[in-house]
């Protein structure tokens, strides 16, 4: 019994490596979106 789950943790945590490796070497693109509006800056003063 507990060495199923030691299987499956080891295996999740070798998912996990792999995951990171890969997001590592091949990062997502941002994506650009254009300002919508311009917020007045007296909204964020202090009262």
């Keep these: ?4 789950f030691l299987i499956v943790v080891a ?3 070798v998912l996990i ?7 590592g070497a091949f990062p997502p693109t941002p994506s ?3 300002v919508q509006r311009v917020l007045p800056n007296d909204r ?3 009262r």
């Design 44 to 46: 964020f003063q202090g």
């Design 1 to 4: 019994m507990s060495r199923i």
């Design 32 to 34: 650009q979106q254009a």
């Design 11 to 13: 295996a999740g945590l």
């Design 17 to 23: 490596g792999i995951a990171v490796v890969i997001l």
